[in-house]
């Protein structure tokens, strides 16, 4: 009761007055007895050997996420790192039922094409409002993975072109590219990191380096990559090590691209502030810091890759604000919080010299830029990002108190850092019973790598909310 | 009057009682002032250079398109081949509206993990519904570009699943793989064909062979490239040596395929029905039955790529049906007209072997799977696929009728092909200014390939959209 007094004043009460106050659990197990059915008939169609639950969206609402047989379960996950606002937000409501978003969803435009007359204005009020200093375009993909496969597209482009200086282009490169060959056909590069997953797709897998269950029988481009670091926990307790750390990974990488690659033959570099499908692993400000040097230094283009940690969930819009850096990054590519689509933001520099070479049937879908300009107004109108900061720093030191208690639970990571919080177990099976037994309890919440748990709640995610899921961590680690 | 009781009669009539009976012109020229003001400020934030007018889609109905400037044309480009059911089609608002459509929107599920209870439903009803014979499994992407990446990887993995046989993944492969490197990563290819387009992403795009600016600069997979026939026209003047053309290219595909390639290092081939962005290239049944009989002599998977000419506009709701094939192809691919997403079409076989292999976090949008489900409904129930045949056997004889009485513009292609009609002229030149002249008289229209023109209506156009059509060729031809 009091706890419900308490969400009346806060922004998750206001937005979701009958948001539950607890998981309510109504089969034996999750998956219950519809959702195996429901899932088994999809499976005859549809490859979902990876569901959880079959998903009843209908029933969910605010943090809770509700399947087909009626449970209600706290949703920390929140469809990977998605569902910025909550389950049915009501303002989201609105601009699904708005006459703007019905026009653009009857209407698919061929935006590179045939733009609509409210384009501009919704990327201006929706996406380039939450730019980070330096970047004046946005470029509208799909995903996060062609978000970033576009973003190496104008790399290549942007590095070839400055070698290329006014000249057109020559015959023997528009005869060659038709063969896939050099010169048309690049032998640029795009350098990742080890544990970095940028996404899916031939060049973006190709830049993935998370788990050989994700690359497996897919031929990839023969790309490099440098050693990202392994910080030891609890941090103040290993500052001199992680610093070595560190800059053993800088001279590395600086060494890959002074010894194994031409000049110029790296067109840029992608970076995940927080490495997260390969298992949550932070760096400092000093080693990102380091990188943009560095690439300044060989005249390598910066991309970072915000698709999972951008949009609020680090305490700041972008995770890479946390860096302070001296210049801005070339590139920053996003997308999941945004519950759609894929984007990029650049400077002008990085618009290819020719129309049609970043161009594509659709260049994006309007129905999601308008998604995300309401995200984004409801994020800056309830100061979401400052609240998530703030709840991050309410819930890590209980969670750093349960790791001091229950021993199974270490590596916690991600202070300072908004709800962007994550840990490890010392085995991938305890990780996944853990997994489950939090389902069981209500909690609904992923893991990420091998053997780490990843915190990736909503942006209307609350103290109230914290301290359940503390309590129903410290049961499952209990039991 | 008597062209508009007429309409009162014809299936678009009933849907768009109001659509213009011509087209309207307001601004002296196309685009207009309003246009190009407005395309100004969007080219500060996007790159928009090839942008033919600001679209009012609003103000857009049926088959006509308009822009900011006021003006209506007759459009039978079609947003790039796509908006099946016309500009504000009243069924397509409907589903709009729907409590469906507005849940799928605000709660973007990560389909593969949290799938929703409606998506097998959905899918049941409005894709598997059009799945051609032998497909049973749907699998849902975002773009044509990505539904290629993803059949092409499903064929990867099943190609080495058959060589691997009952054995896991061995050591060697894992730690190879995770530096793109052999075993591990495929030495496998995709063979696509010469003017062949698939899409631009970094898989996709090395097999797409239309045109150098598609691909400068950005690096290529070494993938095979077999000649597509071309076809000499009237094809009734040239039957023998259109014959004897694409038997040399069949047996150059299987040179190629056994002299220039390890045996089974070809995983798949990708082939369009009618090479659309490389210029409406048409090849005949004999060519493409040629094709599969090759592919399953040499074990190699035949991918085709409806992205553009599937769901109707060929007269048939699968181009590929034209050919009436002793077996199915392996897998089809398709996006375009369902104004949205993309999907692959397979039999069960192709699903990879474990889960998270054929994975991403979205694996599809319900919102784009239920705009589809309602045109798949909207085109059976009113036929309009042989309704397209019907004008497209309508407008042919009237086009080949005014080639013959210009001689500029010739190479006429597409019979009984629906509206699925293209020609060519001599120049680029001279193609480019009759676009720019066919939309000062009212009518948008496309190019494709160096010199060629394409139709590209909606499902909805009819015999008097026809004759318009025809008249507006005419005037401009004459002019």
Chains 1, 2 share one sequence.
Not at 362 to 386: F, H, M
Not at 459 to 472: K, M, P, R, W
Request: proline share 5%; glycine share 6%; hydrophobic share 40%.
């Amino acid at each position: 009761m009091l706890r419900r007094i308490a969400r009346a004043y806060s922004t998750c009460g206001k937005v979701f007055p009958q948001e539950p106050v607890k998981p309510q659990l109504i089969s034996s197990s999750v998956p219950g007895p519809l959702s195996v059915e429901a899932n088994n008939q999809l499976g005859t169609i549809f490859d979902n050997r990876a569901a959880y639950f079959v998903t009843d969206y209908e029933n969910s609402l605010g943090n809770y996420i509700s399947d087909v047989d009626g449970n209600l379960l706290l949703d920390v996950y929140c469809q990977i790192s998605s569902i910025a606002l909550g389950y049915n937000n009501p303002s989201l409501k609105k601009t699904a039922q708005s006459k703007e978003m019905i026009d653009s969803l009857i209407n698919r435009p061929a935006l590179a094409c045939f733009p609509s007359k409210n384009y501009a204005q919704i990327l201006n009020e929706g996406i380039l409002a939450a730019a980070p200093p330096g970047m004046s375009k946005v470029w509208t993909a799909l995903s996060g993975s062609c978000a970033n496969e576009t973003a190496y597209k104008a790399a290549f482009m942007y590095q070839a072109a400055k070698e290329r200086g006014l000249l057109d282009f020559n015959h023997e490169e528009l005869e060659s590219v038709m063969q896939n060959k050099f010169p048309g056909s690049s032998k640029k590069v795009i350098l990742s990191f080890e544990n970095g997953f940028h996404g899916r797709l031939f060049g973006s897998l190709s830049t993935t380096r998370s788990k050989p269950i994700h690359k497996l029988d897919i031929p990839a481009f023969n790309w490099p990559m440098a050693p990202f670091p392994k910080l030891k926990y609890p941090l103040n307790e290993f500052t001199q090590e992680n610093l070595q750390e560190e800059d053993r990974c800088l001279q590395e990488f600086e060494r890959i691209i002074k010894n194994d690659w031409e000049p110029h033959q790296i067109a840029a570099i992608i970076v995940e502030p927080v490495q997260s499908e390969g298992g949550d692993n932070h760096a400092s400000a000093h080693f990102f810091q380091g990188l943009r040097d560095i690439t300044l230094k060989h005249d390598i283009l910066m991309i970072v890759d915000e698709v999972q940690t951008g949009v609020g969930a680090s305490g700041k819009f972008w995770a890479h604000e946390h860096w302070n850096l001296t210049n801005p990054p070339d590139m920053v590519t996003f997308s999941k919080k945004f519950q759609a689509a894929g984007f990029y933001f650049s400077d002008e520099n990085l618009q290819p010299n020719q129309p049609f070479r970043q161009f594509n049937t659709w260049c994006g879908d309007p129905s999601k830029a308008i998604i995300a300009r309401t995200i984004y107004n409801e994020i800056t109108q309830n100061d979401l990002v400052n609240k998530t900061a703030q709840v991050g720093n309410y819930l890590f030191p209980k969670l750093a108190k349960l790791s001091e208690s229950y021993g199974s639970f270490f590596n916690l990571r991600g202070e300072n850092f908004g709800t962007f919080i994550a840990w490890d177990f010392k085995h991938a099976d305890d990780r996944n019973k853990f997994l489950f037994k939090m389902r069981q309890q209500g909690v609904n919440i992923g893991g990420c790598g091998d053997v780490s748990v990843r915190l990736r709640p909503t942006l209307l995610f609350e103290e109230s909310h914290a301290d359940l899921l503390v309590d129903t961590i410290e049961a499952v680690l209990k039991y």
